[in-house]
């Protein structure tokens, strides 16, 4: 994968996603830290299809998750402490 600073990325931009077309994903980096990378929409589609659900689509679902087993109240037995140490 090759990599192009932010500046060189929107200075040839053409540039830039004809490699990404051509060669595969490009990387973006930002005062050398990686920060983002191009990808050809075929790619990207094959990704996102096999991609886990979001949490919040998970949280959004209404369908049942598990079941949620709580413990009756009242029942928990307390630590003796000892007086002396």
């Known amino acids: 994968m090759h990599t192009w600073p932010v500046q060189d990325a929107k ?3 053409s540039e830039f996603l004809d490699a990404c077309l051509t060669e595969g994903p490009q990387m ?9 990378v191009l990808v050809p929409v075929q790619e990207w589609r ?8 979001s949490l919040k689509q998970l949280l959004l ?15 928990a ?5 000892d ?3």
């Open 11 to 13: 200075a040839r931009f």
């Open 28 to 36: 973006v980096t930002r005062r050398g830290t990686e920060a983002a």
């Open 46 to 53: 094959r990704l996102k299809s096999n991609a886990q659900p």
């Open 61 to 75: 679902t209404d369908m049942a998750r598990a079941e949620l087993v709580l413990p009756t109240r009242g029942k």
């Open 77 to 81: 037995q307390r630590r003796k402490i």
């Open 83 to 85: 007086p002396i140490g």
